[in-house]
T-cell receptor, first 115, second 113 residues
């Protein structure tokens, strides 16, 4: 059974701090790992990672995957109150026909940025 | 370009009633899937489809039916609603070759009383 574990489950920091969110996984036939941001509505896509050691960046957010140790981290620098959200990590397994057979999500990290 | 559209946004059902949650996408994505989100449980996969005419079960398929007659639509049917099906339901679509992840609809909040 595929499994995704995120830590910490909740985190409170002050504006301007840097945070690191963790995601470890166990999956048969790994295809990709994805990060999403959820603010009381639909999850919005942040990153999709398929290769080890290649950092993906978008503004103050960055993420990297380690396929040997089976984990990923999401970094947010110079945090702002608008970064407050639940951050979800998910893994995608390869379908027997070569496509994907759905996402397995972690329980999420609830991040609160205090002014 | 509307993305993924789900209807209705809210629904209250009585135990034993049936209903269909609608999901449509206009991005020509082959892959579509349904998830439910419960407090403390994260999102869990109900059913998915890799193309028109092809569906398969996810982690929590019991009590739900799906079909995929067109690329655009992927409805989720609750056959006989139970209070345990009270949840927020999300539909998602993706292009497996695109590298842009899954696009989620805005969700349907379902309460079964």
């Amino acid at each position: 059974e595929d499994k995704v574990v995120q830590s910490p489950l909740s985190l409170v920091v002050h504006e301007g701090d840097t945070v690191t969110l963790n995601c470890s996984y166990e999956v048969t036939n790994f295809r990709s790992l994805l990060w999403y941001k959820q603010e009381k509505k639909a999850p919005t896509f942040l990153f999709m990672l398929t290769s080890s050691g290649i950092e993906k960046k978008s503004g103050r957010l960055s993420s990297i995957l380690d396929k040997k140790e089976l984990f990923s981290i999401l970094n947010i620098t110079a945090t702002q109150t608008g970064d407050s959200a639940v951050y979800l990590c998910a893994v995608e397994a390869a379908y027997s026909g070569g496509g994907a057979d759905g996402l397995t999500f972690g329980k999420g990290t609830h991040l609160i940025i205090q002014p | 370009n509307a993305g993924v559209t789900q209807t209705p946004k809210f629904q209250v059902l009585k135990t034993g009633q049936s209903m269909t949650l609608q999901c449509a996408q206009d991005m020509n994505h082959e892959y579509m899937s349904w998830y439910r989100q419960d407090p403390g449980m994260g999102l869990r996969l109900i059913h998915y489809s890799v193309g028109a005419g092809i569906t398969d079960q996810g982690e929590v398929p019991n009590g739900y039916n799906v079909s995929r007659s067109t690329t655009e639509d992927f409805p989720l049917r609750l056959l006989s609603a139970a209070p345990s099906q009270t949840s927020v339901y999300f539909c998602a679509s993706s292009d497996p070759t695109g590298g842009y992840g899954y696009t989620f609809g805005s969700g349907t909040r379902l309460t079964v009383v």
